[in-house]
């Protein structure tokens, strides 16, 4: 009976709908009526009977009302919170349905008629509700390993003693680098405050063998979180260095990336236990149940006690995957693509800039650098690599950034020997340099003919390439010269004195 009304209702809409174009454009009338009846699928006879016909036929359900939400009955509706009996008292006290009060019935038909699901659930649930009542979300493809990594930090519910020269208790973070395909978690670093050192670091740890893990692999695309330290100009750089695709996710909405928050959420559930956890159960006066007594954890352990962890979690069984993500990742024969060195690994993730050398050397964050090999390139322009958390070092390469050129130090840390293996080094390249100059100077020295006539300019008929450069031996002419000295002498003939 519902389903008959609705199309009732529907038709007498079209049929209205449709009796006001013709009365505004009469001479359209055959062709509104054809168009009416592709729409609905018809024959154009089904409309023109439509046309003709009572508006109210018969079996309409008694007592049933039409209710056509306009935007003040939709204002109302979520005002009242998508609740209809609030929204009735609402309505009838502002004058809304003065002739015949509908019932609830009535409301609630014309509610799911008129008024978009999403709508509704919004109104209802908020910002946070609608995405478990009203959105659909595909499932992300992932065919093999290391085809899609998936990154995002998470602040451990674990209170640990600070590391010097920090005081009190804080809550680590924990950034994951998790394979979308078989739910290992690849690499992960802890720290005090991630930021874009951290995620670089975290992948350094996914795609080096250092003998840290046995899960590693260069991915063909980073899943990340919206976040300004994930966006930054470093991490995308490092991306486009190692030829990885970096794909952000969409702002607010964690169900997006669910395998890592899946995952985030299995590990802090291990977690119960360690000593200070944060989420465990409370006593009646609200309060953790952990104590000072029972023993404080190091930051410096941290790391350690995740690593076994994260360990114990690849051994277990994964709900949707039928057996532990270590089978897994095993069971693919996906070839991998890694890294071998941690310093080339290093020099793939680092920040990079380029910069002009000075007078004085690199200038850098407030600091200078300088090394034996960019002691004589003032004025030259330099890619410069660093870790924002440890700028003892940086590497120095070419404008381009493919070609090393040193490592450069800080020149405040340097000690008087290291100064002074510097300078000498200087020395050696400018007097190396004067040297280089002089003979490309002597190899294109021009040599002109002698002048016979007048008003003629010499011509270069030689160029010198330097004795250097030819290493010819020399010719012993004294003897051609005391021949034409002293022309008739017998040398011979022995004198006495």
Partial sequence: MTATRDAEIIRRRATNELKRRISEEPRRKTQLVR???????VSP????RWLTSDPSPRGRPRGSKLIVFDDRMKGLLYQ???NVAEFLRRAVAAGLFAEARPSLATIRRAVARDVPRVERVLARYGDRGVRDHALVYLPMNTLYRAHAYMMDHCQLPWYVIAPWPMRGLIQPWFTAVIDACTRVIVGFVISVHPNSTTIALALAAAICADGRGRFHGIPENVLIDNGSDFLSKHIEEAMMTIGTVITPHIGYHPNVKGIVERVNWTVQLRMQGFPGFADGPKTVDKKRQFTQEDGWVAYSDVYGAMATLIDA?????HTSLSCSPAEAWDRDPTPLVTIDSPEKTALLLMKSGSLTIQKD???LAGRTYASEETICRKGDRVTVRYWPHDQRKVYVFDNAGKVFIGV??????MTSDEKVAIWQSRQEQLRAANREVRRAKRAARPTFEPTTEAGKDPEVVYVRPGRRDRKLPRVDSSASVRALAFPGVDESFSVEG
């Fill in 313 to 317: 979690y690849h051994e277990d069984e």
């Fill in 361 to 363: 050397g690199i200038h």
């Fill in 408 to 413: 450069a130090s800080n020149t405040s840390e």
């Fill in 35 to 41: 168009e009416t009846a592709e729409y609905f699928g």
């Fill in 45 to 48: 006879a089904t409309v023109w």
């Fill in 80 to 82: 009242s919170g998508n």
